[in-house]
């Protein structure tokens, strides 16, 4: 797999010095380039910062700016940043309203968000929100909660815009706890993907397979199949996304549907909205009229070819949010 | 290569409809899904209309909506729409100040718009402009002219704008024109790129080649070399623009530079981001320092993997269209 690179080892921080120059209205480098940060920070607000591994671009530096993230860190591909980035991000950052921290349920995030937590308490106040969203790993298939995936961009948005409103650092804990029950993805991978300092594939698909139920760092999924058709593939993805939310939100007529079609890297656009549409009408089929859409090209792994659906089922104040003003270099209205 | 699809006779028809349901606040179809319509024309407004084969996307239909494209017509994949689409859009979005055709310089392209024109000058006013900023296909290269390839997004933000702000139909023939000189692309494939109906790669690489100079049909480049880090790829597509743009346009300080760089749809965000910063720096090195950037996946080959740089130098004038807001599915700000 040839990689736009230089040098595997330059290669995250060649990548996030582009982002940063191509969007200089948005947002700048923290001190020692240790995480990408606002570059207007709006002081009393809560400062939401979020991080993880490279290779999820424009996961999550990307979606730094107005009525999003405060800050971004970000590891090696597919690797948590260190907690000393973490704790960096809070004391640059929080301009007195405490720190919400949007990690994704991975066990290196996990950890090393929480070190960076319990580093900086004395300093801040720090709440954190755990984003649980993959269909694939439910409790029946992971003890330790499902895998934060696509999901995440639907809670960092809610929340940023809470956060941007004014909304105090419990309220958007509770807020985003309540997001985790609403919220459900599940991704199929047409080609594996390599690692930028090898060049083989951490998986290896046959032309006539395919592997439904993928991360979003190169493991495996639940399942390898034989390639289907559009049709086939977004019904097995749209199944498990309502096999996997809550009977009662699926059944409440007052919820807000937010469909959500995001490509994994190596997707151009015209399978992507192929895909929108056919799960668009999968699930209008089952009673569920999104309201809101975004298809494109947003929570990665690295150049795999391959999609994940997300469907989050909001209250009528959660859709107010997902509508709130955001300026961000990946999302914008 | 596997692709998210039904049936390659169904592909490009379930993807329009795809975009027009993902984005039903924007865009609807226009008579017989002949093309794809602003959803609220703008009565006096000079109708701009562009299209082109399929496999592009988001070009054309991506960027309909305020601020840009009024409708585009959609061929099959890599093959040019009909006359007669062409002639319903003008039809049904001329309201009074006539049709700007905004066309990439390709054969069956060109053929295609100019029989429309005729077929349709008893009714409209039109006007036509031809895209040209392939920096590979200069007068050395092709009689015809340059091919237009990512460099048209530029054309039609600029076009799009200056006729939301109520330029007339002579004035946007001249913006246009007089654009051609100061855009150049220039593209790289590090994969190619298989048909919808066709298995095989229109040409194949392999794993230590690349292919310089290519287009977005899955031609050819101009040369294929040895893969190379991405320093050498960028210098050497940043070399060719320079070569390729007028001299004095280089040297005039008056002019502000637009950089935009574009993924082929099968090159994921961390590698593009990485290119931008690398072309950022080379263009810099020559003086040139960009003061408007774009970085994503607007102008694909279906998933070839790749990308182009694309350089402008607008007048403070044109720079003020490019910031001009804008909402269409692809772009908004």
Redesign the interface.
Same mark, same amino acid.
Not at 14 to 19: C, F, I, M, Q, R
């Given at each position: 797999m040839?990689?736009?690179?230089?040098?595997p080892e330059r290669?995250?921080a060649?990548?996030?010095?582009?982002?940063v120059?191509?969007?200089e209205d948005l947002v700048v480098f923290g001190g020692e380039r240790k995480f990408i940060r606002r570059r207007h920070l709006a002081p009393g607000k809560v400062a939401v910062i979020s991080g993880g591994g490279?290779?999820h671009?424009?996961l999550h530096s990307?979606f730094v700016g107005h009525g999003m993230l405060d800050a971004a860190c970000t590891g090696h591909v597919f690797t948590s940043p260190t907690p000393d980035q973490i704790v960096a991000a809070m004391d640059e950052t929080d301009t007195g309203a405490g720190c919400l921290l949007i990690v994704k349920n991975y066990d290196g995030d996990v950890m090393n968000f929480e070190m960076a937590a319990e580093m900086a308490a004395s300093r801040h106040a720090i709440e954190t929100v755990i984003v649980e969203d993959d269909a694939a790993t439910g409790p029946a298939v992971r003890s330790r909660g499902r895998r934060g995936v696509a999901g995440t961009i639907v809670v960092e948005k809610l929340l940023g815009a809470a956060a941007e409103r004014g909304a105090e650092l419990g309220a958007l804990k509770e807020l985003g706890e309540g997001l985790n029950a609403r919220i459900r993805s599940m991704g199929v991978a047409?080609?594996g993907v390599a690692m930028p300092n090898n060049?083989r594939e951490t998986f290896d698909l046959g032309?006539e397979e395919?592997e439904i139920g993928v991360g979003i760092h190169g493991e495996p999924g639940l399942t390898r199949t034989g390639?289907a058709?559009?049709?086939a593939?977004i019904r097995r993805l749209g199944e498990a996304i309502l096999a996997e939310l809550p009977p009662e939100l699926l059944g409440d007529p007052d919820l807000r549907p937010l469909l959500l079609?995001n490509g994994f890297?190596? *997707?151009?656009?015209?399978?992507?909205? #192929?895909?929108?549409?056919?799960a668009?009408r999968f699930f209008e089929a089952h009673g569920i009229v999104p309201v809101r859409?975004?298809?494109g090209?947003f929570v *990665?792994s690295?150049?795999m070819?391959g #999609?994940s659906l997300t469907l989050a089922l909001l209250t009528p104040d959660q859709l107010a949010l997902w509508g709130a003003p955001v300026a961000t270099p990946?999302l914008?209205?």
């Open positions: 040839k990689k736009i690179m230089n040098a290669f995250v060649e990548s996030l010095e582009g982002l120059r191509a969007h490279a290779g671009e424009p990307g047409l080609r060049p032309p395919m390639f058709d559009a049709d593939i079609v890297g190596g *997707t151009p656009p015209i399978e992507l909205y #192929l895909a929108y549409g056919l668009r859409s975004l298809t090209t *990665t690295l150049d070819a #999609l990946a914008s209205w």
